[in-house]
Nanobody
């Protein structure tokens, strides 16, 4: 089992930045791809970004490309999401997830086996 705990969410003005963290425990996630998803009120959960186990492959949703950066520290068993130039439409609950499949890309929920509870990001206009 893998437990995931997100942190770093909060309220920020449009144009501001936040850095989300996702700490994994229970077992190492070094050999697994990981991703960030978000869900706004009344909307479906959507893919934000993913990173391969080595960090060599990155994938971003078009809506965040150029503004968000996903990274990981396999020593600390932690995933990050640096979010810059935030927009009100980025407001959502952001969740991290671990994928157990040896595939790429991993943009959809069925590829992920473990999920965190999420952290709220609110961007004011």
């Amino acid at each position: 089992q893998v437990q995931l705990v997100e942190s770093g969410g909060g309220l920020v003005e449009a144009g501001g930045s936040l850095r989300l963290s996702c700490a994994a425990s229970g077992r190492t996630v070094t050999n697994y791809g990981m991703g960030w998803f978000r869900q706004a009120p009344g909307k479906e959960r959507e893919f934000v970004a993913a990173i391969s186990w080595s960090g060599a492959s990155l994938d971003y949703a078009d809506s965040v490309k150029g503004r968000f950066t996903i990274s990981r520290d396999n020593v600390k068993n932690t995933l990050y999401l640096q979010m810059n130039s935030l927009k009100p439409e980025d407001t959502a609950v952001y969740s991290c997830a671990v994928s157990g499949v040896r595939l790429w890309p991993i943009r959809t929920s069925p590829y992920y086996d473990y999920w965190g509870q999420g952290t709220q990001v609110t961007v004011s206009a």
